[in-house]
């Protein structure tokens, strides 16, 4: 069975940073693209990030680029979110989500977590 | 990146067919066969129903459907049932510099 798992959500001032972290099983991680999709507090889906599955390769939203990275550690299963510089607008639900892809993500996300909560408040 | 565009709302009956339209532009829907569609009860992780527009993902019921024409794709949910009643959003890929999209989210309601 398919298992993501999301830690590292809290309270973060503005400017202030914060890791997400990703633990996966259930599947062979180190063979597909992995995102983070975000939910702000009653709004919809917006996509953050992803990964391909050996880690060369990353792409961000063009609200995150630059003060948000992506990466993975395949011998740990896990996918990491490192925010930085992070504004009021980055509160949201972070989910962390699978692709059945391995190279790039089309916007397909077979799997989900239960996601993360990050408020960026003073 | 711009979100697709979503009715707010939509509703039907038990046992009735809804269809939720999802506008996109000729970067993103128009351009490729890459829009999915994910299902969001309150409070839970989305759950994906429909990729590259028509394809169903195993154990998903055979009462929802996907379509698109032009820079439009549509999701048709047949024989409503009560726990059909969710968020529902459409998403997109947007080709190399814009990636993914999502759309606003369509909450159906079983009347």
């Known amino acids: 069975e398919v298992q993501l798992l999301e830690s590292g959500g809290g309270l973060a001032q503005p400017g202030g940073s914060l890791r997400l972290s990703c633990a996966a099983s259930?599947?062979?991680?180190?063979?597909?693209?992995m995102s983070w999709v975000r939910q702000a507090p009653g709004k919809g889906l917006e996509w953050v990030s992803a990964?391909?599955?050996?880690?060369?390769?990353?792409n961000y939203a063009d609200s995150v680029k630059g003060r948000f990275t992506i990466s993975r550690d395949n011998s740990k299963n896990t996918l990491y979110l490192q925010m930085n510089s992070l504004r009021d607008e980055d509160t949201a639900v972070y989910f962390c989500?699978?692709?059945?892809?391995?190279?790039?993500?089309?916007?397909?996300?077979?799997?989900w977590g239960q996601g993360s909560l990050v408020t960026v408040s003073s | 990146q711009s979100a697709l565009t979503q009715p707010p709302s939509a509703s039907g009956s038990p046992g009735q067919s809804v269809t939720i339209s999802c506008t996109g532009t000729?970067?993103?829907?128009?351009?490729?066969?890459?829009v999915s569609w994910y299902q969001q009860h309150p409070g839970k992780a989305p759950k994906l129903m429909i990729y590259?527009?028509?394809q169903r993902p195993s154990g998903v019921p055979d009462r929802f459907s996907g379509s698109k024409s032009g820079n439009t794709a549509s999701l048709t949910v047949s024989g409503l049932q009560a726990e059909d009643e969710a968020d529902y959003y459409c998403?997109?890929?947007?080709?190399?510099?814009?990636?993914?999209?999502f759309g606003g989210g369509t909450k159906l309601t079983v009347l």
């Open positions: 000729s970067s993103d829907i128009g351009s490729y066969n890459y």
């Open positions: 989500a699978k692709d059945p892809r391995s190279t790039s993500t089309r916007g397909v996300f077979d799997f």
């Open positions: 590259e527009v028509t």
């Open positions: 990964i391909s599955a050996g880690g060369g390769s990353t």
């Open positions: 259930g599947f062979t991680f180190s063979s597909f693209v």
């Open positions: 998403c997109s890929y947007a080709g190399i510099n814009n990636y993914v999209v």
